[in-house]
């Protein structure tokens, strides 16, 4: 079953959540510290994971140039931040806080990385499980920690998991090994590690940025790096004629 690795990673968040509901309310300033703890740990992931591919550094300048306009074009923050919204309306009779925040910021936190891409890529294609389980355990403990002080919500971030997961381990399962590419994942994961670096500055509440528009960067980086003999000299053009 291909798509086992996929399913323990959705129990483990809504297991984890359903845990981190059951412990001992945290008192305010007690969890406002830990918020910015939390927040510096995420900040600290993004940046590295931006940083493990500093080679690739046009293509992801690129990446987010090109994906931020498209994600304003298609008003993808708003979209999430009204999907939360309507999440926390239907909740909020029954539990507390911020539902948009709690399940914009676990998803991409779930989401984004290479161990979602590598790990959802052997399990389609050699039922190879043990990256996503791996994952799992991580996710379990994020998942306790994030309900402890962000709230509900985050038990919502198992259905973009499930599809993230579940549709790139599909596609690996029917596609074969073409979607085995070390250098699309390395750019991938590093835009990515971007965005989840400016999820940390949103949650320190330094500047608000809308993290959400800037998600096609993701699936614009891979593709680029694919055309990478073409992008890099068409740049290299552009610079030459500006200079």
């Known amino acids: 079953m291909y798509l086992l690795g996929t399913v323990i990673n959705t129990l483990a968040i809504i297991i984890g959540t359903l845990l981190g509901l059951a412990l001992p309310q945290i008192p305010e300033r007690m969890k406002i510290t830990v918020m910015q703890g939390l927040a510096m740990a995420v900040l600290l992931i993004g940046l590295g994971m931006a940083l493990a591919d500093q080679k690739d550094i046009l293509i992801i300048i690129m990446a987010m140039v090109v994906g931020g306009g498209l994600g304003e074009w298609l008003k993808i923050e708003q979209g999430l931040q ?15 806080g911020n539902v948009a925040q709690a399940f914009v910021t676990a998803s991409l936190v779930f989401c984004v990385g290479s161990m979602a891409v590598v790990g959802a890529i052997q399990s389609g294609l050699a039922n190879n499980h043990s990256i996503l389980i791996a994952k799992s355990m991580l996710d379990f403990t994020s998942s306790v920690v994030f309900t402890s002080t962000l709230g509900f919500g985050v038990i919502f971030s198992a259905i973009p998991v499930f599809i993230y997961e579940g549709g790139i381990a599909t596609g690996a399962h029917f596609a074969g090994a073409a979607m085995q590419n070390p250098g699309m994942i390395a750019a991938m994961s590093a835009t990515g590690g971007l965005l989840i670096a400016a999820l940390g500055i949103n949650l320190l509440g330094i500047r608000r940025l809308a993290v959400g528009n800037l998600l096609p960067a993701i699936l614009i980086a891979p593709l680029l790096k694919w055309a990478e003999p073409v992008v890099v000299g068409m740049a290299h053009t552009i610079i030459q004629v500006l200079a």
């Open 82 to 96: 009204r999907l939360g919204e309507w999440l926390e309306q239907k909740t909020v009779q029954t539990h507390s």
